[in-house]
């Protein structure tokens, strides 16, 4: 740890820093809802990847975002986040969702002008569950 505040780095690099979570629309955070948080690669002090997206004019945002103030946004008193995607765990109800079963979903492929065919796409799927009763299906 260093003692020293905005100490330089090898080779002329500077330290870091994400975007605030913020709607360009709104101009606001106060209609944030996180979707999904992951680490970083390389991993970076005090950084994640971050997407949410703003209820009130629905654009939807990706980038990475100082920790603190993701957290900042999750902790607030009535925040309903729907389904959360956290390192790998998908989390409803403030818990993870347990895998159930696995399949396999199909979409249907389209036929397109001068003997052009886009076929079936068959996707291994696990199926996951709340203890509230909410379930989805993702890809595996």
């Not at 654009?59 to 959360?84: C, D, K, S, T």
Request: glycine residues 8%; hydrophobic residues 30%.
């Amino acid at each position: 740890m260093s003692t020293i505040s905005n100490a330089h780095r090898p080779g002329g690099m500077q330290r870091p820093s994400g975007s605030r979570p913020w709607c360009s629309e709104c101009h606001t955070d106060q209609h944030l809802i996180v979707e999904s948080i992951e680490a970083l690669h390389p991993p970076q002090e005090d950084l994640v990847d971050v997407s949410y997206t703003c209820v009130e004019c629905d654009y939807f945002y990706a980038h990475p975002a100082n920790v603190h103030e993701v957290a900042a946004i999750l902790n607030r008193h009535g925040q309903v986040m729907g389904v959360l995607q956290f390192g790998g765990e998908y989390f409803h109800c403030g818990t993870p969702m347990n895998s159930v079963s696995y399949g396999t979903s199909s979409i249907p492929g389209v036929e397109l002008p001068r003997r052009h065919t886009i076929h079936d796409v068959h996707l291994p799927t696990r199926l996951l569950r709340c203890g509230c009763g909410f379930q989805m299906e993702v890809p595996d």
